[in-house]
């Protein structure tokens, strides 16, 4: 698993590090990273949301029958077998959904690229790396040595003679860089301090998670807000995404933040121009027709 995350966490350090070089700051890199992958999934989501069309419109028809049906479960077993077969339903379909893998493969390749800025943001020798490494690791008793020779670079300077002094202007302007409105994006917010206000990535993780699942719900034209169980399971999901982000680098939690946020002006954008409800009258339009000039026949 981790040799996987390496593989992609240096393919995303080259996009962070070009960002970087370009503007100096960490968090600017971050955001503008994730506004670059949200362009390249733009047609990936337009598939998706065209994929919930039938979905939605059978729900509507379940949700129709169920009424019907009133408190007759047999009735409503046996109708519910016909409706599947005739709108051709699969309840497995789309339960594979790809922005959500794209989303977990870009998160676990951002927290290696952190994790190993030397290495994947600056693609320094690996021997110069690891030379290094084994000079700081006798001076700290941290695990993770690459972390720590960009958060105090100043104290461990004149231990790193194996770069050279182009190297070391590289590494000083990451350990610089990683500061973002007042924000350290190297702290993690379950072991940093109140005043640090690290705390805030985690709160605006939940909100905006909140926001983008409603929306969603909204979009989808799901009616859920009677199911009990969807309705936990909307409230579970924020909550999950606020602690993970609670317990890794800032800079991570930040670009699950800025990927929620580009996520939701994704689907306004794409729900404006592929409506789900337009779609569903299109589709119906389109089988009415049909039935008619089979009847005509």
Known sequence: MFEFMNFFSG???Y??????DLFGNYGVSVILFTALVSLLTIPLMIRRHRNMTPSVRFEIK???LQK???????KFQHEFLVLSQKEGFN???GCFNITTFLTFIIFGGIYSTIQSPLTNVLHL?????KFASEVISAKSTRVNTQLEIVKNFEVFKEKLTMFSPQELEKISK???GFSFLGLNLLKIPKFSKFSDKIWIIPLLSLIVSLFSTQLLQKISGMAIESD???RIMMMIFPIFQAWITYTVFAAVGLYLITSGIFGVLQSLLIDKFFSIYALNAKKESNRFKQLLSTEAE
């Open 11 to 13: 393919f995303f350090g």
């Open 68 to 74: 019907s049906c009133g408190k007759d479960a047999q």
């Open 91 to 93: 309840p497995m379909k």
């Open 125 to 129: 020798p690996n021997s110069k790396v």
């Open 62 to 64: 379940r949700e129709e």
């Open 228 to 230: 009990t169980k969807n």
């Open 174 to 176: 990451l350990s610089s």
């Open 15 to 20: 996009a962070l590090g070009y960002f970087f």
